[in-house]
């Protein structure tokens, strides 16, 4: 069983800055894709970020472009989220996911399109 595990969620002001870090701890094997989605309080999941397995491809939601940056360590089995500008607007829980891929250079954007979950990090920017 795939296992997720976020951190580097928290507080901070607007304009400011954060890196979320997500970590397989139990890894699918075979070449697999990460994402970034987030969910804020009574609104569905939304796509933010995705990366292929070889980290030549990226795809951003239109709502995060020019601000958030995606990128993968394979040694270490992470990805990470540089989330810059930050709005009050980008407040919600941030969830990893992932799913195997026969596709180096493949990415994903739709929630359904994964297969494992991690457990979420709260990010809350203040105005």
């Known amino acids: 069983q795939v296992q997720l595990v976020e951190s580097g969620g928290g507080l901070v002001q607007a304009g400011g800055s954060l890196r979320l870090s997500c970590t397989i701890s139990?890894?699918?094997?075979?070449?697999?894709?990460m994402g970034w989605f987030r969910q804020a309080p009574g609104k569905e999941r939304d796509f933010v970020a995705a990366?292929?397995?070889?980290?030549?491809?990226?795809t951003y939601a239109d709502s995060v472009k020019g601000r958030f940056t995606v990128s993968r360590d394979n040694a270490k089995n992470t990805v990470y989220l540089q989330m810059g500008s930050l709005k009050p607007e980008d407040t919600a829980v941030y969830y990893c996911?992932?799913?195997?891929?026969?596709?180096?250079?493949?990415?994903?954007?739709?929630?359904?399109?994964?297969?494992?979950w991690g457990q979420g990090t709260q990010v809350t920017v203040s105005s």
């Open positions: 139990r890894r699918t094997n075979g070449w697999y894709v």
């Open positions: 990366i292929s397995w070889s980290g030549g491809s990226a």
């Open positions: 996911a992932v799913r195997t891929t026969y596709s180096e250079d493949r990415v994903y954007a739709k929630v359904d399109e994964y297969y494992y």
